[in-house]
Structures are given as structure tokens and as C-alpha cells.
């Protein structure tokens, strides 16, 4: 199975663009949020891509 940002996003119940934000460390996530989706990325596997980052 693939796993892409959407997977993450949709185990966490936040928004791709939130999982995007913690993926490339902004500081404007908040810390129960920050939480969520930090659990939930190697939960699930999900490697980010560096040639789709922009």
C-alpha cells in the first residue's frame, strides 16, 4: 500500500496542509495537534516525498 499525505491527515482527522506544516517543522501547529499527527506518520508509515516539496 502507498501511503500519502492523505492517510496521515485522514488517521490524525487534520488537514493535509496541517500534516504538511508539522512535516516541514512550521511553528504555527498547535501542540495537541503537533501530537496527533506526529503519532500518526510512522504509525503509518509515511515518508515524505522530497521532490514534491516546493
Do not use: H
Request: aromatic share 4%; charged share 20%.
Amino acid at each position: 500500500m502507498i501511503v500519502t499525505i492523505k492517510n496521515p491527515s485522514k488517521d490524525a482527522a487534520v488537514s493535509i496542509k496541517t500534516v504538511s506544516r508539522e512535516v516541514i517543522n512550521e511553528s504555527n501547529v498547535v501542540n495537541s495537534t503537533k501530537s496527533k499527527v506526529f503519532v500518526s506518520i510512522p504509525l503509518l508509515g509515511f515518508k515524505n516525498n522530497k521532490i514534491t516539496k516546493s
